[in-house]
């Protein structure tokens, strides 16, 4: 069974730098697309990145610059590394998988979630 | 940047069809998918390569993807279909959401 679970969320202030982590079982991190998403309190769900099995990196505009998306294979856990965090990065933060084949990109395990909140 | 733009509600009834839309340019070139997300949960995979149905999903739920939209159809729609449901594509290297429509079963 597929278990992806994060965590690292909480309260921090505008400004400041957070990594959230999201621990994988049941899938080996390295061999797989995988992405964050976030959804703010009360919206939409909005792609953040994407990291590819060869380690080539993606992000949406919002973050690029900011955020960073890593791995460490060794500990089968995706990263995700939030600088200069602004009050509009509140949002619960999920993990998931991306299937990806040629021209069918789609998540289908997801993380429950964790909640970020940037306010002074 | 892409959009995929989708009504914001859509009621119905106990039942009967509900149809949800999904709006973006050449959209039927690209292939679609669709979550499903209730109050409090993380989205779940419901449609995936504009047709087709991860395992565990009922066959109520179908979709279809033409010309510049691509369409959710929920049949007999339950009472737990009440839910926040939002398209997805891609363009170029970067992943796209829709808008989200939430659905009410009245």
């Known amino acids: 069974e597929v278990q992806l679970v994060e965590s690292g969320g909480g309260l921090i202030q505008p400004g400041g730098s957070l990594r959230l982590s999201c621990a994988a079982s049941?899938?080996?991190?390295?061999?797989?697309?995988m992405t964050w998403v976030r959804q703010a309190p009360g919206k939409g769900l909005e792609w953040l990145s994407l990291i590819y099995s060869d380690g080539n990196t993606y992000y949406a505009d919002s973050v690029r610059g900011r955020f960073t998306i890593s791995r460490d294979n060794s500990k089968n856990i995706l990263y995700l590394q939030m600088n200069s965090l602004r009050a509009e990065d509140t949002a619960v933060y999920y993990c998931?998988?991306?299937?990806?084949?040629?021209?069918?990109?789609?998540?289908?395990?997801w993380g429950q979630g964790t909640l970020v909140t940037v306010s002074s | 940047s892409y959009e995929l733009i989708q009504p914001p509600s859509v009621s119905v009834s106990p039942g009967q069809t509900a149809s949800i839309t999904c709006s973006g340019d050449e959209l039927g070139h690209k292939y679609a998918s669709w979550y499903q997300q209730k109050p409090g949960q993380s989205p779940v995979l419901v449609i995936y390569?504009?047709?087709k149905r991860p395992s565990g999903i009922p066959e109520r739920f179908s979709g279809s993807n033409s010309g510049n939209t691509a369409t959710l159809t929920i049949s007999g729609t339950q009472a737990m279909d009440e839910a926040d449901y939002y398209c997805q594509a891609w363009d170029s290297t970067a992943r796209v959401f829709g808008t989200g429509t939430k659905v009410t079963v009245l």
């Open positions: 390569q504009d047709t």
């Open positions: 998931a998988r991306e299937v990806n084949t040629y021209a069918s990109y789609y998540f289908d395990y």
């Open positions: 049941g899938l080996t991190v390295s061999s797989n697309y």
